[in-house]
């Protein structure tokens, strides 16, 4: 499989560690351990050139793990468990919060962006070399959206993002919006980015574009059904299917809709409204693509439009199955917001938020590496026994089980690594859930009452 051109391969890929006797998530581990500890990193993302330069209790990779576990707690407490797991060496002594809070301003928060990446890089490089990377049709599926997401009110923040407002204007919040390019098979996103509320439109040809590789189908929902996007999306490489409205849409697109066709493949002309955005960007005046009807769940008709425009190969068939793989970016911002507590930041400061929010990508993105292989064997097993369910590991547990480990596998002796993760794969052994095929459950209509009761606690069970 192609790995993605736009994400630089980082020296740990081939660094000498790397041993073809080792499991690949163990290779994994190693790679990220590598990449984290090199003198590079150190000097690539620290604030000032004067940082880290003598031998505090937070030296780079302790600081970076120390941001990485238990986000979502006091920062004293988060101190005192990393203490009694070790992750501050030899010390007497934990590290004050005062202290924590100070030195963390010494790492930008481009650093955890990156690093993702370099593990997204690995995962592709690979795990899909071994095997470990669902494809459908040979292809990767990505999925782009965008959540929002409350953040501290401060004036900072209100400079940089935006202020939403209700009927109390005096009581607006801060707000951001993240936008995912999320591999909705092996689950975790691909790319993230973070910013002021925009037009979704604008994550998708500015960040996301330039990972849209041949190798991948990427899903829209209606909000990306805009010329501009279709037109960008026929001229960069890879396909696309979008989800385009019925009623205020593309005339070719209404008049397939009210006639008998299911299938058939149109020529959509550039709107007025968007010519002139179209001819700055050199994008097309009129796009092929092809229009496919599903019907959805109580009988409703939607309209896809898609650029698999071979029947052969790609039946009309598989893409009511296929934009419903649409819903696992759904589940990866909630995964993001409800397990990895995204919105619960540890400070107030804009880098800091940044920092948080990167740092929730890094645990997304490693937990999904990190149990792959394992997830893998665990449905194997249950498909050997028979058993009436296929089992796979409980992400809701996951995440946690992982926050735990984050010091015995980045921070610990690496000629332990081996025992220490087997330990990690034992533990996600016990944390098994069964896959449930057809399970769907309606939307209920919640009071004020009901709804104030889930968030305090039914949305904390795990």
């Known amino acids: 499989m192609p790995i993605i051109p736009a994400i630089p391969p980082p020296e740990t890929l081939q660094n000498p560690h790397l041993r073809p006797t080792e499991s690949v998530t163990t290779q994994f581990v190693r790679a990220m351990r590598d990449f984290l500890h090199a003198p590079g990193t150190r000097d690539t993302y620290r604030t000032r050139p004067a940082d880290f330069t003598r031998k505090p209790c937070f030296d780079f990779p302790r600081l970076a793990i120390t941001l990485l576990c238990g986000r979502a707690k006091a920062a004293q407490r988060r101190l005192l468990e990393l203490f009694d797991d070790g992750g501050y060496g030899n010390r007497s002594q934990c590290p004050t919060a005062s202290a924590f809070c ?5 790492i930008q928060p481009v650093f955890f962006r990156n690093w993702a990446e370099s593990a997204v890089h690995f995962f592709f490089a690979n795990h899909a070399c071994d095997g470990f990377a669902t494809t459908w049709h040979g292809r990767y599926l990505w999925a782009v959206d965008c959540t929002i997401m409350t953040l501290p009110d401060t004036l900072e923040t209100r400079a940089h993002f935006d202020i939403h407002e209700n009927q109390y204007p005096e009581r607006g919040r801060v707000q951001a919006q993240a936008s995912f390019l ?65 009623r205020s849409t593309f005339k070719a697109v209404v008049n397939f809709a009210t006639s008998d066709a299911t299938d058939a493949v149109v020529t959509i002309p550039v709107t007025g409204k968007q010519e002139a955005l179209v001819i700055a960007h050199n994008l097309p005046l ?64 804009l880098a800091n938020i940044e920092q948080d929010f990167y740092s929730a990508v890094v645990l997304q993105v490693f937990e999904a590496i990190l149990n792959r292989v394992e997830d893998s064997a665990i449905r194997a097993i ?72 889930f968030q305090l606690y039914q949305k904390k069970r795990r």
């Open 102 to 106: 100070q030195a963390r301003g010494k």
């Open 382 to 453: 249950s498909k050997c026994k028979h058993l009436t369910y296929e089992y796979k590991i409980k992400k809701a547990d996951a995440a946690e089980w992982l926050s735990k480990h984050l010091v015995r596998l980045f921070l610990s002796n690496p000629k332990n690594l081996k025992s220490r993760l087997a330990t990690y794969q034992n533990h996600l052994h016990l944390q098994t859930n069964p896959i449930r095929p057809g399970r769907h459950f309606p939307r209920p209509k919640l009071s004020s009452s009901q709804r104030l009761h």
């Open 286 to 349: 009129e796009v092929t693509v092809r229009l496919v009807k599903v019907t959805k769940p109580g009988g409703k008709v939607a309209v896809l439009m898609t650029s698999l425009t071979d029947p052969q190969q790609y039946p009309a068939a598989d893409f009511q199955p296929l934009f419903d793989r649409r819903w696992g970016v759904e589940s990866g911002f909630n995964h993001f917001k409800h397990q990895l507590e995204v919105e619960c930041f540890s400070s107030d400061k």
């Open 182 to 246: 999320y591999d909705v098979l092996n689950e975790f996103p691909v790319y993230a980015e973070m910013g002021p509320q925009q037009a979704e439109k604008l994550y998708l040809l500015g960040g996301h574009a330039q990972y849209l590789i041949p190798a991948v189908v990427s899903l829209y929902d209606r909000g990306y059904a805009d010329y501009a996007v279709v037109a960008a999306l026929t001229a960069l490489p890879g396909d696309f299917v979008i989800r385009v409205p019925l």
